[in-house]
């Protein structure tokens, strides 16, 4: 057990195929053994999953034909200064709900919501009264210059909106969205955040492993 960075490390990524929300209509999760080590020479898994399975991230293509993909980007660009800010309010994230004035050009914001509190997203199981990122504070969140968006749910969009006007405020001003990050034992404060997608050609999305470093 090692850990040469020293800080203190959090993983806020959810365990796929037990802790994962499948979103409603979405390619379901699945893995099976193709091959058994019991009646052949190794286990080998297939796995039948979307691009937005468990702790991901979204790029501009996800909504927007002429948007990035992953593969415009550079690995360093999924390193991220962030601050973990927790939200009371039990429906939304408002405007009025964030101390934004703590949040510099370039810096991330993950919100901790009642989603991380109650095992919401982690519970493996849909429900559509979570904590949700209002379109006015994401862009709030883009007009104050930030770079990443991160919510503990599997989507930062209302449920009931299918005009999805958050993931197009934030898209539409080339921020990256983190969903579906396990915030329950994180302390409000400032990290370094690590969420590397796989490196999918022309994708617009991807499960990563996100951590927390304290800095
Ligand atoms: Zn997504």
Known sequence: MSNILKNK???????????????PGDTEYDRNLILNSEDSFCNLSKIEMSCHTGTHLDVPYHFYTK?????????????????????????AITVEDVAWDRVK??????????????????????????????????KKACDIG??????????IEKSDDDKFPSHLEVLGNEVIIVEAINL???PEGEYTLMCLPLKFNGAEASPVRAIL???
């Open 67 to 91: 948007g990035k993909t992953l593969n415009h980007y550079k690995v360093e660009d999924f390193i991220f200064h962030v601050h973990v800010i927790e939200i009371m309010n039990p429906n």
């Open 9 to 23: 490390i959090y993983d806020i990524s959810v365990e796929i195929g037990k802790e994962h929300v499948d979103f």
């Open 146 to 155: 930030t770079s990443v968006i991160g919510i503990d749910y599997i989507t």
């Open 184 to 186: 329950e034992s994180i």
């Open 105 to 138: 050009p370039g810096d991330g914001v993950l919100f901790k919501t009642r989603n991380s509190r109650d095992g919401l997203v982690k519970s493996a199981k849909y429900v559509p009264d979570y904590v949700y990122l209002t379109p006015e504070a994401a």
């Open 213 to 215: 470093i304290e800095v």
